[in-house]
């Protein structure tokens, strides 16, 4: 049991790293393209 709690641990851990990265390209894309429309 105790190897199948780590696996879970370890898959839980690179989703959210996962989505951490995802949130953060995400919003640099939000800000360039405010810039963008700004300086339009």
């Given at each position: 049991?105790?190897?199948?709690?780590?696996?879970?641990?370890?898959?839980?851990?690179?989703?959210?790293?996962?989505?951490?990265?995802?949130?953060?390209m995400t919003?640099?894309?939000?800000?360039?393209?405010?810039?963008?429309?700004?300086?339009?």
């Open positions: 049991m105790t190897s199948i709690t780590v696996w879970l641990a370890a898959a839980a851990l690179m989703l959210a790293i996962v989505a951490l990265i995802v949130a953060v919003s640099r894309k939000h800000t360039e393209l405010l810039e963008r429309q700004q300086q339009r």
